[in-house]
């Protein structure tokens, strides 16, 4: 391998095709909290956490009122949103419960605590909290070890 990514490198940002932009809307910004910071008509928008330019872009341009991509194709898997503390992610739930809107799942991964969701048009949602890369499990060779065990949702709860 002659090049290594920079470790400073972020993914900036998803675009996602969607049939319905209200629709969305009332899920990236009305449950999960985004807010929009550039808005292209009746087509497009971009939404952001903290004033960044955009985090998540929304269109319509290839996908109006089209149905939700198979399941069983190739595609993006899920978006992970990054909470920083697990009161946030306790916080998400709450408003989850709160929406009456289903979790497809959650977990414990060791390095992180997980819900997964599905968006109105089908695409997959994680959110989450990792702990203190200090905390992470390990390995006898220091590589990290990540599980799937099951994410005790009330006991989230109680860290709000």
Do not use: C
């Amino acid at each position: 391998m002659d090049y290594v990514v920079p470790p400073q490198t972020r993914i900036g940002h998803v675009h996602l095709k969607v049939a319905d932009l209200d629709k969305a809307l009332s899920f990236y910004q009305g449950i999960l909290g985004f807010e929009i910071t550039q808005r292209y008509g009746t087509q497009a928008v971009f939404l952001s956490a903290g004033g960044y330019h955009h985090h998540i872009g929304l269109n319509t341009w290839y996908s109006k009122n089209a149905p939700p991509a198979p399941r069983r194709a190739a595609g993006l898997f899920h978006t992970a949103i990054l909470y920083p503390t697990r009161r946030d992610l306790a916080v998400m739930l709450k408003r989850l419960q709160d929406a009456e809107y289903p979790l497809t799942g959650s977990a414990d991964h060791g390095v992180s605590q997980a819900l997964y969701l599905d968006d109105p048009d089908g695409n997959g949602v994680e959110l989450y909290w990792d702990r203190p890369q200090e905390e992470w499990p390990l390995d006898a060779n220091g590589h990290i070890v990540m599980v799937t065990d099951p994410l005790d949702l009330e006991y989230l709860l109680t860290t709000l």
